[in-house]
């Protein structure tokens, strides 16, 4: 499937709005010199004796007009531009979170937080600004450039080609030049300043780890040293720039000298008259102004073109992730994905199969998982144990439809599970070891799991996951507010507004990737008793690295380097499998009691 370019898009539907920033643009500057134009024939004129009042009574009206119609037209021009430019970077952060959120199961191993940070605040910010720096003003550069060119050539044509040939230097080789000599240090910059932006996020998020650790001091060392590195790049640039703002400075005075030289030649020819002589020279420097910033916006381009590259590269992972049915059979599976969504929500039954899957990331890489068959009917559980790296969290993500097996098969009531795309939230809620809660109320927080549920339902959903008794102790009830990543909250106290989300959710098939690390036993085994009442008739699939609560599962599947090693109920486990049974007893250390039925 071909991808969209980030500036093609914009360009059919913007085009009226793009070409009035030029028109603009080049108005702004024909009002600046033609003020500068009408000042200098002004000044002149009133130097000498008026033979009429109104010989100079015009040009004040001249300078008048062009003086407020420029500030006038540069402000509709900016108002125009900028209003333009952030729809468009609305529409972009839209599109790329939209390339983001299919993949929000593979951001963290994917992707580093300072990288997709950088992307959404950084990069966008970037692309927004090939319009306004480097598009608009190359264009209405060149349009001057012709305007002048034969403007010139009407009174002498000898002269507008060297004219012409001062300015092509300011339009054109200045910077070429300047694009050839910075391009890779401009590139070092961003990507120097993009891995700063990681360190910095990743040293924000570990902070109190630095402080516990005594080494605060080591990171502050070590992230200025690799800040006066970007800074000596950066310093080379700041050089060259001056350098080249010096050298358009001194092709703009070598052309203000000729434009004299050329002017008083015309008057002593007596083809123009003296007052003149000032108008044609004060022209030059509103020109001037509109070629100088050509070079700096060629330079960006690097910049621009690095930006391009790391949201291809989140695209390109996109369209790798699932794979896109063929064209001709979309409609299809759109049909069959509706009625089979329908149905599951008619019925309440989601049952899900999984035949001989097989996953690996990348041809040559081990597989994930391998020769996985499992048939999972609506209401049963079934938890999945093993350590890490031995498949668990491929085999959810093969299950949500996140990624397609690469051989064999996944369904959802007889269809591919990666087929239901965006409607998997209607068929399978997650509840994770750590659930984000936003900065806003407990209401709220809790109808993230459907926006349209009413008070009665969230406190309906709160009260299933016993959070009634907590809630009705806070200074505001639902409304209090949850503070920035739930801090107000402990961690149990968390997974239960969690809890109550997904129950309001109210999905067939709930996922529990350990919802319950990190928590102490006692409080472990509350929550676990709460899901397990709260969710009764739902599918549970249980990832967990051990066996608390196992006992109240209908089916225990151990995995192994991609391989299912173990797999029976919890009493069959411990009655066949020692391994098992020891894993069993070193989650139980104390007080071990067998609880396979009949004992």
Do not use: C
Not at 55 to 83: C, K, N, Q, W
Not at 224 to 242: F, I, M, N, P, Q
């Amino acid at each position: 499937m071909k991808r969209e370019g980030w500036f093609t898009p914009y360009v059919s539907p913007y085009f009226w709005r793009f070409l009035l920033i030029i028109v603009l643009g080049a108005l702004t500057i024909f009002s600046a010199s033609s003020l500068m134009y009408t000042s200098g024939f002004l000044i002149s004129k009133a130097s000498i004796p008026p033979e009429n009042i109104l010989m100079i009574y015009v040009p004040i009206v001249g300078v008048r007009t062009f003086g407020t119609s420029r500030a006038v037209i540069h402000y509709a021009e900016r108002l125009v531009s900028h209003d333009t430019i952030l729809r468009i970077l609305s529409k972009m952060r839209i599109r790329l979170y939209n390339i983001l959120e299919p993949q929000a199961l593979f951001l963290s191993s994917r992707f580093r937080t300072g990288d997709i940070l950088g992307m959404l605040a950084d990069d966008i910010e970037y692309l927004q600004n090939v319009y306004l720096r480097t598009v608009f003003p190359s264009i209405i550069a060149l349009l001057i450039y012709a305007a002048a060119v034969i403007s010139i050539g009407t009174f002498d044509v000898a002269f507008a080609l060297l004219m012409g040939l001062y300015m092509l230097v300011l339009v054109v080789v200045l910077p070429l030049i300047s694009l050839l000599l910075t391009q890779k240090r401009q590139r070092q910059v961003k990507q120097e300043r993009n891995r700063l932006y990681q360190k910095l996020t990743d040293a924000v998020l570990g902070m109190g780890d630095w402080v516990i650790s005594g080494r605060q001091g080591q990171f502050v060392e070590t992230y200025e040293a690799d800040e006066r590195a970007v800074a000596r790049t950066d310093g080379a640039l700041r050089r060259w720039a001056r350098l080249r703002m010096f050298i358009g400075q001194a092709v703009v005075g070598i052309g203000v000298l000729s434009m004299l030289y050329w002017a008083a030649g015309q008057f002593a020819d007596g083809a123009i008259a003296g007052t003149l002589i000032a108008a044609f020279v004060l022209v030059v420097f509103p020109v001037a102004d509109a070629f100088l910033p050509v070079s700096e916006a060629v330079e960006k381009i690097p910049q621009y073109r690095n930006s391009l590259e790391r949201l291809s590269g989140v695209e390109a992972a996109e369209g790798n992730m699932a794979g896109a049915a063929p064209d001709s059979g979309k409609a299809d599976t759109a049909r069959h994905v509706d009625a089979a969504v329908k149905a599951i929500k008619e019925t309440g039954q989601a049952p899900i199969r999984l035949e001989n899957a097989g996953y690996r990331y990348a041809a040559g890489d081990d597989w994930s998982i391998r020769n996985l068959t499992l048939d999972i009917p609506q209401g049963r559980k079934v938890a999945v144990i093993g350590r890490s790296g031995a498949g668990k969290s491929t085999l959810l993500k093969v299950i949500q439809g996140v990624i397609t097996p690469s051989v064999g098969s996944a369904t959802i009531k007889g269809i591919e599970a990666s087929a239901y795309g965006e409607r998997i939230p209607q068929l399978i809620a997650v509840l994770n070891q750590s659930p984000h809660l936003f900065d806003t109320t407990v209401a709220n927080n809790i109808r993230l799991g459907n926006p349209d549920a009413s008070d009665e339902d969230i406190k309906q959903a709160a009260k299933l996951a016993k959070l009634d008794t907590l809630i009705s102790s806070l200074p505001e009830g639902y409304n209090t507010a949850v503070r920035e990543a739930g801090q107000r909250f402990s961690g149990g106290e968390r997974q239960r507004i969690a809890l109550a989300r997904i129950l309001l959710q109210n999905t067939p098939v709930v996922v529990l990737d350990e919802p319950t690390v990190g928590l102490d036993p006692r409080t472990e085994r509350d929550l676990l008793a709460t899901m397990f009442e709260a969710m009764e008739g739902k599918t549970l699939i249980w990832v967990t690295h051990h066996l608390v609560g196992a006992e109240q599962m209908d089916e225990v599947i151990f995995m192994e380097n991609g391989f299912v090693e173990m797999r029976g109920t919890h009493a069959e486990l411990m009655d066949k499998e020692p391994r098992y049974r020891k894993l069993y007893e070193l989650d139980r250390p104390s007080g071990f009691v067998n609880t396979a039925p009949g004992e």
